[in-house]
């Protein structure tokens, strides 16, 4: 097998897959109460539609906003609204959730059977809009606006690199739910007017590689493209470098070159969706590291505190030094298990000492490491030191925003200087300037 990579920069790391990469994915039990933020994607946050004391049904759409990039959130079990407040996120942060005691009937909303054949790309779009769909690798971008846009689209291409160490749960989606991934990337082409669909896998995943690959030999337009193993090969711009060899230029969107990236887990809910009439409250979350009795991949509700999915894997084994939400080169640190697992929560990791890097911010020695391994052709080394001394504008001309925070500099530096963290707030600072900037000429 012939496999296709990335040009510039990447590394192999060690990927520690094995705990959970062979086990099939287990379904949780709802818990006694889910905690459902108003938040839990890259846009407007939703207005309640619900109030203290109100029923709701499993799947009932529950807060929504009138702006164009949000996403509508569901309720995720039957039962009583018992309240409206701001609940503390894993990472600490604040935002509005409503919280449902769960009836324990999971008394679903009607729901409606559909066929993409019968639907335009019109009424997919507001369909995906409807049903609460994001992107559930990381980012939350709510889809029905990734796949609105104005320029023309020939190809969609489906993600299934999943090159963060540890997680898994898209591995076993492709591997269980091959044909709802299928029939989610052709309701995307559809959407879009796309006549090509492309599956990207890393080669750690042949028995997903060789399962899709039967899967769509029936189908003209599909293919599944195998992927080197090279870490950030799901970022978007290498990702679609890699599996069909277009290149995203600096500033620039996937669009531009004709290309729609959709993670494995938002086509296989798509598909749900449209199919079922299923709307996005529950997910796979990967659960894994040292610190965990039993690893594994759990299908889980929104807004289950992510304590009780703990417990459901056997419990914590020992002291992690970390808790990490989604993979350990891009997940934030948990500070709060009692938070809920939210739509763009993929993996849950308890990590030892030695399963972690921490920044010392050791003096550069100037070994250039960094800038060989960024795949984006960055500075990592002097984006850094602008960014720590809030140098922002000069670090713009140095495309610090084409950053995708892959944190590959950190990884591979031999100072470990935190390179990614200064990298992260220098973009932070810079669009700050930028709107302030804008602001003071509207004035
Ligand atoms: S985090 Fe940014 S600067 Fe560092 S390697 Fe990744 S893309 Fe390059
Ligand atoms: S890898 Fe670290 S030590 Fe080497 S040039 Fe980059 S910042 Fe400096």
Redesign the pocket.
Same mark, same amino acid.
């Given at each position: 097998m012939l496999a296709k990579t990335f040009s510039r #920069?990447g590394r192999h790391i060690p990927h520690h897959k094995g705990a959970t990469n062979s086990k099939s994915i287990v379904e949780m039990p709802a818990p006694k109460k889910v905690i459902i933020p108003l938040q839990q994607h890259i846009g407007a946050p939703c207005d309640p539609l619900v109030k203290v004391g109100d029923k709701v049904k499993l799947g009932q759409k529950i807060g929504e906003s009138l702006h164009f990039i949000t996403s509508p959130v569901h309720a995720s079990v039957s039962g009583e609204v018992i309240s409206i407040a701001h609940e503390k996120l894993l990472d600490g942060c604040q935002v509005l959730s409503i919280v449902i005691a769960n009836d324990g009937l999971d008394d679903p909303i009607a729901s409606k059977h559909r066929a993409i054949s019968k639907l335009s790309a019109k009424q997919i779009r507001k369909i995906i809009k409807d049903l609460g769909m994001v992107g559930l690798g990381g980012a939350g971008f709510p889809t029905h606006v990734k796949i609105s846009s104005a320029k023309p689209i020939d190809t969609v291409v489906i993600n299934g690199a999943e090159c963060e160490p540890y997680l898994t749960c898209d591995h076993r989606l492709m591997v269980e739910k091959g044909e709802e991934l299928v029939y989610g990337l052709k309701t995307l082409m559809k959407a879009v007017g796309a006549s090509r669909g492309v599956i990207g896998i890393e080669v750690n995943k042949l028995d997903a590689i060789a399962g899709l690959q039967e899967i769509v030999r029936s189908h003209e337009a599909l293919e599944v493209v195998a992927l080197q193993i090279r870490y =950030?090969q799901g /970022?978007e711009k290498q990702l679609i470098k890699a599996a069909v060899d277009r290149e995203v230029l600096s500033g620039c969107l996937p669009s531009e070159v004709g290309c729609l990236v959709s993670n494995v887990h938002t086509a296989v809910s798509i598909a749900q969706g449209i199919r079922d009439g299923i709307s996005l409250y529950q997910r796979v979350v990967t659960v894994s590291g040292r610190h965990i009795h039993d690893p594994r991949n759990v299908m889980v509700r929104i807004g289950t505190p992510i304590q009780a999915l703990l417990d459901f894997c056997g419990g914590i084994n020992g002291t992690p030094a970390v808790v990490v939400g989604g993979g350990p080169m891009t997940g934030p640190a948990v500070v709060n298990l009692e938070a809920p697992v939210v739509k763009n929560l993929s993996g849950v990791l308890l990590l030892g000492e030695d399963e972690i890097a921490q920044d010392e911010n050791l003096p550069c020695i100037r070994c250039a490491r960094?800038v060989d /391994?960024? =795949?984006?052709g *960055?500075? =990592?080394n002097i *984006? #850094?030191l602008l960014s720590s001394r809030d140098e922002v504008v000069k670090a713009e001309k140095l495309h610090?925003m084409?950053?995708?925070?892959?944190?590959?500099?950190?990884y591979v530096c031999p100072s470990r200087r935190g *390179?990614?963290s200064w990298?992260?707030q220098g973009k932070k600072s810079l669009v700050v300037a930028k709107s302030a900037e804008q602001q003071g000429e509207a004035n």
């Amino acid at each position: 097998m012939l496999a296709k990579t990335f040009s510039r #920069g990447g590394r192999h790391i060690p990927h520690h897959k094995g705990a959970t990469n062979s086990k099939s994915i287990v379904e949780m039990p709802a818990p006694k109460k889910v905690i459902i933020p108003l938040q839990q994607h890259i846009g407007a946050p939703c207005d309640p539609l619900v109030k203290v004391g109100d029923k709701v049904k499993l799947g009932q759409k529950i807060g929504e906003s009138l702006h164009f990039i949000t996403s509508p959130v569901h309720a995720s079990v039957s039962g009583e609204v018992i309240s409206i407040a701001h609940e503390k996120l894993l990472d600490g942060c604040q935002v509005l959730s409503i919280v449902i005691a769960n009836d324990g009937l999971d008394d679903p909303i009607a729901s409606k059977h559909r066929a993409i054949s019968k639907l335009s790309a019109k009424q997919i779009r507001k369909i995906i809009k409807d049903l609460g769909m994001v992107g559930l690798g990381g980012a939350g971008f709510p889809t029905h606006v990734k796949i609105s846009s104005a320029k023309p689209i020939d190809t969609v291409v489906i993600n299934g690199a999943e090159c963060e160490p540890y997680l898994t749960c898209d591995h076993r989606l492709m591997v269980e739910k091959g044909e709802e991934l299928v029939y989610g990337l052709k309701t995307l082409m559809k959407a879009v007017g796309a006549s090509r669909g492309v599956i990207g896998i890393e080669v750690n995943k042949l028995d997903a590689i060789a399962g899709l690959q039967e899967i769509v030999r029936s189908h003209e337009a599909l293919e599944v493209v195998a992927l080197q193993i090279r870490y =950030p090969q799901g /970022a978007e711009k290498q990702l679609i470098k890699a599996a069909v060899d277009r290149e995203v230029l600096s500033g620039c969107l996937p669009s531009e070159v004709g290309c729609l990236v959709s993670n494995v887990h938002t086509a296989v809910s798509i598909a749900q969706g449209i199919r079922d009439g299923i709307s996005l409250y529950q997910r796979v979350v990967t659960v894994s590291g040292r610190h965990i009795h039993d690893p594994r991949n759990v299908m889980v509700r929104i807004g289950t505190p992510i304590q009780a999915l703990l417990d459901f894997c056997g419990g914590i084994n020992g002291t992690p030094a970390v808790v990490v939400g989604g993979g350990p080169m891009t997940g934030p640190a948990v500070v709060n298990l009692e938070a809920p697992v939210v739509k763009n929560l993929s993996g849950v990791l308890l990590l030892g000492e030695d399963e972690i890097a921490q920044d010392e911010n050791l003096p550069c020695i100037r070994c250039a490491r960094c800038v060989d /391994a960024c =795949p984006m052709g *960055l500075t =990592p080394n002097i *984006l #850094g030191l602008l960014s720590s001394r809030d140098e922002v504008v000069k670090a713009e001309k140095l495309h610090i925003m084409d950053c995708v925070e892959c944190a590959l500099c950190s990884y591979v530096c031999p100072s470990r200087r935190g *390179l990614v963290s200064w990298i992260k707030q220098g973009k932070k600072s810079l669009v700050v300037a930028k709107s302030a900037e804008q602001q003071g000429e509207a004035n």
